[in-house]
């Protein structure tokens, strides 16, 4: 049966739905137990099953992961939370140089079914190290998925779907969308992991996003509508692998791309999809990819957040530029 319900509370049904049908899943982190942790997504679960299941661990993200690493090789299905997106550069070093790269170490002998939930983004005014989009660091890293859901319920698939990978999966969660509801089916057959899906069908310009982005992006479609203009709307869902068959699909129908992440333009996702869909699609565009995102800068402090992040007049403008060629 369907039910509406915030993409927290959906990842909170995921993980206790996880928990109660495998015995090797486990849950991990900072305050996650008795707390609930910091955005109560975890909420009631160690009450549930134990201490021996969610467990409440020290402030070392690299201890965090190093131990979730350790699980998994005896067979267990850890479910790490790191607090924040700032907190997890202390286990960057144990996800890029053995997380990552356990299994092609072993010659496919050892799986690492390991979970690390990164709630990301800004958007709740929060201080420094709060606020982070690291995707792009983490999606350079061969042998790491890297997902987001823009809804609960792909937040509570995907996190089905991120559990039961023997790859590590890097999910992460937009904290501003945590209170966003939406109808979730937890019976339904739910799209692939990796595939993109079309939120909104349109004729005139691609706009590509995941994540936080999707509900703006849905948001400027709306108002381009008003003027006319059809905009398509792709949830990419997935970073890595991402799935280029549908953004193509999507541009060779259109003809045109704006894709809009939070994190910075510079060196971000956006780059690799502006040069894949090129390479791809070089003869159908009409106009250049153009990509809408953070700015080259440190995350500013929360007074000036919502002049950093794209916002509907900055993608509007991009829409409006990449039409007028």
């Known amino acids: 049966m369907a039910e509406k319900m915030a993409m927290a509370k959906a990842i909170n049904e995921s993980l206790r739905h996880a928990l109660d049908a495998d015995p090797k899943v486990l849950v991990m982190g900072e305050d996650v137990g008795k707390l ?29 992961v190093g ?6 090789l005896r067979g267990y299905r850890p479910v790490v939370e790191i607090q924040f997106d700032g907190f997890v550069f202390p286990a960057y070093d144990q996800i890029v140089t053995q997380l990552a ?10 799986k690492m079914p390991v979970v690390v939930r990164i709630p990301y983004g800004g958007g709740i ?26 809804n609960a319920s792909d937040a509570y698939w995907m996190m089905q779907q991120a559990i039961q990978s023997d790859d590590p999966v890097i999910y992460f969660e937009p904290k501003r969308r945590y209170w966003d509801k939406a109808e979730v089916d937890t019976e339904a057959i739910p799209a692939p992991l990796h595939k993109a899906q079309v939120v909104r069908e349109g004729t005139d310009l691609t706009l590509a996003a995941y994540g936080p982005m999707v509900k703006l992006c849905q948001e400027v479609a709306a108002a381009a509508a008003e003027e006319g203009k059809s905009l398509e709307v792709l949830d990419l869902r997935s970073v890595s692998p991402l799935d280029f068959d549908a953004v193509q699909a999507s541009v060779e129908k259109t003809r045109r791309l704006v894709v809009v992440h939070e994190a910075p333009v510079f060196f971000g996702s956006g780059g690799e999809i502006a040069a894949r869909i090129t390479e791809r699609c070089f003869y159908h565009l009409e106009a250049p990819v153009l990509r809408v995102g953070g700015y080259h800068a ?21 829409v409006d530029r990449s039409l007028a060629y």
Not at 37 to 62: C, H, N, W
Not at 101 to 110: D, N, Q, T
């Open 36 to 64: 609930g942790g910091v955005f109560r997504v975890t909420d009631g679960l160690q009450k549930d099953f134990g201490e021996s299941r969610v467990i409440d661990t020290p402030l070392a993200e690299s201890g965090i």
């Open 67 to 72: 131990a979730a690493i350790g699980l998994a």
């Open 101 to 110: 790269k356990m299994h092609a170490r072993s010659l496919g002998k050892v």
């Open 125 to 150: 005014g929060a201080v420094e190290h709060h606020s982070e989009s690291p995707e792009a660091l983490f999606a350079h890293v061969a042998g790491l998925k890297i997902v987001s859901p823009s």
């Open 298 to 318: 440190p995350y500013p402090p929360a007074r000036l957040e919502e002049e950093y992040l794209p916002d509907l007049d900055r993608v509007l403008d991009a």
